[in-house]
C-alpha cells in the first residue's frame, strides 16, 4: 500500500500496563475506503489498538498519524495537547462493546447530542440529521424511544447512527456483537455492511469469522501485542502461513 495514500499510518506503536507490553511495536496503515479486521485471541491487543487510534489509550511509543493528524505519547499523557486530540475525534467515529447510551434521552437526542455539542450544529439541524441516521440504520419507528426501550441490537444501532452523525472519515468498531443476543448480531451487521458498500474506512476487531471473510479487504491476526500475518481474507482463512494463526483459526472455525 502506498502510505501517501493512507488514511491511518501507525508506526512503532508500544503500549504496556505496568509491566505488561500489550502492544509490542505495531506498524500498520490502512488506505481511504479500506476495511481493516483485526482478529486474535483475547489479550492479544486488538482492543487496545484502536483504543490508541482514537486517543483513548495513552502510549509509550511510536505515533499514530490520521488524515494529516500525528498522534504521539506526548498527546495522551496527563497535560497533554487536547487539541490534537479533539481533531483526531472529530475524524474518528468509535462503537464499543458496550453501548454507552444516555439512558435519560431518546434516540434521536442521544444521536443529535455531538454535532451539538462537538460541532455547534443547531438543534434542529443537529435532530433532523440525527433521524435521517436513525433512518439509515434501519430506526425511524424507534426516534423517539429511550434505551431502556429498545433492544440490545437497536441499541447498538443507535450507537453506529451517534458515531455517524459527527460526519467521521473512519470508523472503528471494538468487537460491536460481542454483548448481543445471537439473533441480534445479523442486524448490526448488516449495518456495518452497508457502510463497507459505501466505502467507509473502517477498523472492525470482531470474533465473527464468517462476516470478517465477507466484508474485510485485509485481515490483521494480532498474538501476544504484534501483528502476527495479515493479507486479503480469503488467503489468510484457507492458507495461513504462520503456524499460530494455523492453530488459532483451526481452533475458533470450529465453532
Do not use: W
Not at 481533531?87 to 431518546?106: A, C, Y
Amino acid at each position: 500500500m502506498n502510505d501517501l495514500l493512507a488514511t491511518i499510518r501507525i508506526e512503532g506503536l508500544r503500549k504496556s500496563f505496568g509491566k505488561h507490553q500489550v502492544l509490542d511495536g505495531v506498524s500498520m496503515s490502512v488506505a481511504a475506503g479500506e476495511v481493516v479486521v483485526v482478529i486474535g485471541a483475547s489479550g492479544s491487543g486488538k482492543s487496545t489498538l484502536i483504543r490508541c487510534i482514537n486517543g483513548l489509550e495513552q502510549f509509550q511509543g511510536g505515533r499514530i498519524a490520521i488524515n494529516g493528524f500525528s498522534l504521539g505519547p506526548d498527546h495522551t499523557q496527563p497535560g497533554g495537547s487536547q487539541g490534537i486530540l479533539t481533531e483526531i475525534r472529530k475524524e474518528v467515529g468509535m462503537v464499543f462493546q458496550q453501548f454507552n447510551l444516555f439512558p435519560h434521552m431518546t434516540a434521536v437526542d442521544n444521536v443529535a447530542l455531538g454535532p451539538m455539542r462537538v460541532r455547534k450544529l443547531p438543534e434542529a439541524a443537529a435532530k433532523a440529521r440525527a433521524e435521517k441516521l436513525l433512518a439509515r440504520v434501519g430506526l425511524k419507528e424507534h426516534a423517539h424511544k429511550y434505551p431502556a426501550q429498545l433492544s440490545g441490537g437497536q441499541q447498538q444501532r443507535v450507537a453506529i447512527a451517534r458515531a455517524l452523525a459527527m460526519e467521521p472519515r473512519v470508523m472503528l468498531f471494538d468487537e460491536p456483537t460481542s454483548a448481543l443476543d445471537p439473533e441480534m448480531i445479523g442486524e448490526v451487521l448488516d449495518v456495518v455492511r452497508a457502510l463497507a458498500a459505501e466505502n467507509m474506512t473502517m477498523v472492525i476487531v470482531t470474533h465473527e469469522m464468517g462476516f470478517a471473510k465477507e466484508v474485510a479487504d485485509r485481515v490483521i491476526y494480532m498474538d501476544h501485542g504484534r501483528i502476527l500475518e495479515q493479507g486479503h481474507p480469503t488467503a489468510l482463512f484457507d492458507n495461513p502461513i504462520e503456524p499460530r494463526t494455523r492453530t488459532f483459526l483451526s481452533r475458533v472455525l470450529k465453532h
